[in-house]
């Protein structure tokens, strides 16, 4: 570890915004890992939806997707699920570089620069690596805890009503 690391100004301020969005994800993707679970082992999902659990975000949201929108006992839910999902897949990118991202300065206005060190473009994850380099704001913190703090209170509240509903 670099010694000048600690002494990065706005270290700490990064790190719970972070840890913030880290652990407000965590909640609603652990949400989705029960429904899959309850649609998988209760509803017979390794069969009418998919055969392997998924364990990518963006398998999961694919999955629920496909449960809800096809299976009997779910479709009554689908017009609550399915926007909470959509803003779900919307909000992963963002998530995905803060996360993944490394702290590289304070930036001008108390912006934070994070880099990512990422493949070149998604199709061709086999070839080339990029370091992406973003700035992350205070102001963009505070415009993605407004949409995922009230989407994981929406997620958890059905989470609660889709155990207790569910055969």
């Known amino acids: 570890m670099n010694e000048e690391f600690p002494k990065i100004e706005g270290l700490p301020g990064f790190c719970m915004a972070v840890g913030w969005i880290a652990q407000n994800w965590a909640m609603m993707e652990q949400n989705f890992d029960m429904w899959i679970a309850i649609i998988y082992h209760r509803l017979d999902g390794r069969t009418r ?34 926007p909470m999902l959509k803003q779900a897949r919307e909000l992963s990118q963002r998530r995905n570089d803060l996360v993944h991202g490394v702290l590289r300065s304070l930036g001008r206005d108390g912006a934070w620069v994070v880099g990512v060190f990422d493949y070149e473009k998604a199709e061709d994850r086999r070839h080339w ?11 963009d913190f505070e415009a993605l805890e407004s949409e995922l703090v009230p989407l994981v209170t929406s997620v958890c509240k059905f989470g609660v009503r889709f155990e207790r509903e569910v055969p």
């Open 49 to 82: 939806v998919e055969p392997r659990l998924p364990i990518p975000f963006s398998k999961k949201v694919d999955f629920l997707e496909k449960a809800f929108s096809t299976l009997e006992p779910l479709k009554r839910f689908t017009a609550e699920v399915a």
């Open 129 to 139: 690596h990029i370091d992406r380099t973003f700035t992350f704001s205070p102001k």
